[in-house]
């Protein structure tokens, strides 16, 4: 077990609504990212947080959005749902040094199905 | 030139047999290589990970070769049991930017 944990672990929404998703990192950790993976398919990249501020994002729309809290625990918000939106949510935590990033450790994901 | 592109897509070996599991990259800027296993319904786990500057790394039964002039990352499973099917996923980040780019996915299925 990697000691991330993610809620809920499986979510039913219909398109055009918002869902809210959780992350709580593994203890020691300062950043999150978040992952899109869609089934058969290897995780997409949506972006990072590190220190309450986005640190990087991949190719998704804005109505991808994020937040990380001062305990380093995360939240994935997507507004405006669409039907290709349906996949496995992935969160992973890690430790940013100076001297670099440490291997990102994947929580179980939230399955997210949008009708 | 962000791609990381994995082969074969599935894979199906007996007990005991060495799968092996292909990755080819583009950009000569990536410098971490991790290798991930996922059974279904569950997130990513690491499995083993390599830099540039080292050729091959071994851990128990999963090693990596890691071919710099090539572009080319393989993992091996020595010994493989049952337990090991599951999906197998090469990746690899740049120096910096902490986005891993993976890849497709290999699935694995080893028969007893």
């Known amino acids: 077990e990697t000691g991330v944990t993610q809620s809920p672990t499986h979510l039913i929404k219909t398109r055009g609504q918002q869902v809210t998703l959780r992350c709580s990192s593994q203890?020691?950790?300062?950043?999150v990212s978040w992952y899109q993976q869609a089934l058969g398919q290897g995780p997409q990249f949506i972006f990072q947080?590190?220190?309450?501020?986005?640190?990087g994002r991949g190719n998704f729309p804005p109505r991808f959005s994020g937040l990380q809290f001062p305990n380093y625990s995360s939240e994935l918000n997507v507004n405006a749902l669409e039907l290709d939106d349906s996949a496995l949510y992935l969160c992973?935590?890690?430790?940013?040094?100076?001297?670099?990033?440490?291997?990102?450790?994947f929580g179980p994901g939230t399955r997210l199905l949008v009708l | 030139q962000q791609q990381v592109k994995q082969s074969p897509q599935s894979l199906i070996v007996q007990k005991g047999g060495i799968p092996i599991i292909n990755c080819a990259y583009e950009?000569?800027?990536?410098?971490?290589f991790p290798w991930y296993q996922q059974f279904p319904g569950k997130g990513p786990a690491l499995l083993i990970a390599?830099?540039?500057?080292?050729s091959e790394k071994k851990e128990g039964r999963f090693t990596i070769s890691f071919n710099k002039s090539a572009k080319q990352f393989s993992l091996h499973i020595m010994d493989s049991q049952p337990g090991d099917s599951a999906t197998y996923f090469c990746?690899?980040?740049?120096?910096?930017?902490?986005?891993?780019?993976f890849g497709t996915g290999t699935r694995l299925k080893v028969l007893a």
């Open positions: 992973a935590s890690s430790l940013v040094r100076a001297g670099g990033q440490e291997t990102q450790y």
């Open positions: 203890s020691g950790h300062n950043t």
């Open positions: 947080y590190y220190r309450e501020e986005e640190n």
């Open positions: 950009n000569t800027a990536f410098d971490y």
């Open positions: 390599i830099r540039p500057d080292v």
């Open positions: 990746a690899a980040s740049f120096p910096g930017t902490y986005k891993y780019i």
